[in-house]
């Protein structure tokens, strides 16, 4: 089982850049892909970026790309999303997840979330 721990989520305003982290812990060595969704008041929860945990490149949602970007330390067991340029429409509850290994492609283990505001 994994744990994780959001953190960084908080009250902006817009046009202020924001970082939120994500803590991993426990059996972290069978984690395969760490991801970031959030989700809005009334709407679905939306994939915004994930990253393989070991090497590779992030991919991103088209609503995402360009303003966000995500990271990772892996000796802190860490995942990172770093928002730039935050617009009232950033309003939402940020979620990291962690993906299996052999697992196939779903994200099985989530964060309790983290609120952001992004006032006008």
């Known amino acids: 089982q994994v744990q994780l721990v959001e953190s960084g989520g908080g009250l902006v305003q817009a046009g202020d850049s924001l970082r939120l982290s994500c803590a991993a812990s426990?059996?972290?060595?069978?984690?395969?892909?760490m991801g970031w969704f959030r989700q809005a008041p009334g709407k679905e929860r939306e994939f915004l970026a994930g990253?393989?945990?070991?090497?590779?490149?992030?991919n991103y949602a088209a609503s995402a790309k360009g303003r966000f970007t995500i990271s990772r330390d892996n000796a802190k067991n860490t995942v990172y999303l770093q928002m730039n340029s935050l617009k009232p429409e950033d309003t939402a509850v940020y979620y990291c997840?962690?993906?299996?290994?052999?697992?196939?492609?779903?994200?099985?283990?989530w964060g309790q979330g983290t609120q952001l505001t992004v006032s006008s």
């Open positions: 997840a962690g993906m299996k290994s052999g697992g196939g492609g779903i994200y099985n283990w």
């Open positions: 426990g059996r972290t060595l069978s984690v395969d892909a």
């Open positions: 990253i393989p945990w070991s090497g590779g490149s992030a």
